[in-house]
């Protein structure tokens, strides 16, 4: 895909993005809970990269392939779930349920999974026998953590959430907006410009809205120019958000912060 963006077939670079997120997806749900807490990190920080590379393909393709607007949502959801499971102790979780049969089915079930993720992790030639009757057992013991574990069930649940179980969530009338920020790729290589984006959602849209806000060069030029004290920049930041400035007027920060960000 970078050969693609490098070359300008941001389209090239698209399909083949989109195949990767689809084998990153499966590579999650089968391996990310059973690393361990260091493995978990060095996972994040190669896959955040990559999700950085998908993210400035899909907003370039937005307007001939719309679709691609609630992929672009999910890769948001999918990147705080990981985050929130890299940090959270299923055991201790677990543990908290007073429950001695749930503890000691999730350190089996566990071990299964980290020996099914090794085996995943070397070539298909290398891998054991009896592979496919390994994850079997492995997801029949998930079926049972997870009638007696209400706590297995919202771990394992946190990766998987979409943008239409969000739609699903809201009543008429309501929206759901999310703020993300990724370095931009410009040419032939990275930038040192960081994009925001707005990702809505509203009960009543067939797809999330993906809008481009600003850059953080944008915002540090505008938090930089600064006089008085700490006290009184918060409160010029604050007090005028919202006001109309009349032709001839001098914006407060708060009122060009505000027209920056919407």
């Known amino acids: 895909g970078v050969v693609y963006l490098r070359a300008g077939d941001v389209k090239g670079?698209?399909?083949v993005f989109l195949?990767?997120?689809?084998?990153?997806?499966?590579?999650?749900?089968?391996?990310?809970?059973?690393?361990?807490?260091?493995?978990?990190?060095?996972?994040?920080e190669q896959l955040f990269f990559n999700f950085e590379l998908y993210q400035n393909a899909f907003l370039a393709r937005l307007e001939s392939n719309p679709e691609l607007k609630g992929v672009m949502y999910d890769?948001?959801?999918?990147?705080?779930?990981?985050?929130?499971?890299?940090?959270?102790?299923?055991?201790?979780?677990?543990?908290?349920?007073?429950?001695?049969?749930?503890l000691a089915l999730f350190g089996e079930w566990l071990e299964l999974r980290?020996?099914?993720?090794?085996?995943?992790?070397?070539?298909?030639?290398?891998?054991?026998d009896g592979l496919e009757e390994l994850e079997s057992e492995a997801s029949r013991m998930?079926?049972?953590?997870?009638?007696i574990s209400s706590g297995f069930e919202g771990g394992q649940r946190l990766q998987s959430v979409r943008w239409e179980d969000i739609k699903q969530a809201l009543n008429p009338g309501e929206a759901s907006i999310e703020f993300v920020n990724y370095f931009e790729w410009q040419g032939d290589g990275?930038?040192?410009?960081?994009?925001?984006l707005a990702q809505i959602i509203r009960s009543d849209w067939d797809q999330p809205e993906i809008i481009p806000l600003f850059h953080q060069t944008q915002l540090d030029s505008l938090m930089q120019r600064r006089t008085g004290s700490d006290q009184d920049y918060i409160a010029g930041l604050y007090r005028t958000i919202g006001i109309t400035v009349t032709e001839g007027e001098i914006p407060t920060y708060g009122q060009e912060l505000h027209t920056l960000i919407w």
């Open 13 to 15: 670079a698209t399909e």
């Open 19 to 44: 195949e990767s997120l689809e084998n990153k997806k499966e590579q999650i749900e089968r391996q990310f809970s059973f690393l361990s807490e260091r493995e978990k990190e060095l996972y994040l």
């Open 75 to 102: 890769i948001g959801l999918m990147t705080r779930g990981m985050v929130l499971n890299a940090s959270q102790n299923m055991r201790q979780v677990i543990g908290q349920s007073n429950d001695p049969e749930a």
């Open 114 to 128: 980290s020996l099914i993720a090794r085996q995943l992790g070397i070539s298909e030639a290398r891998r054991m």
């Open 142 to 147: 998930e079926q049972q953590l997870t009638r």
């Open 190 to 196: 990275w930038t040192q410009e960081v994009q925001y």
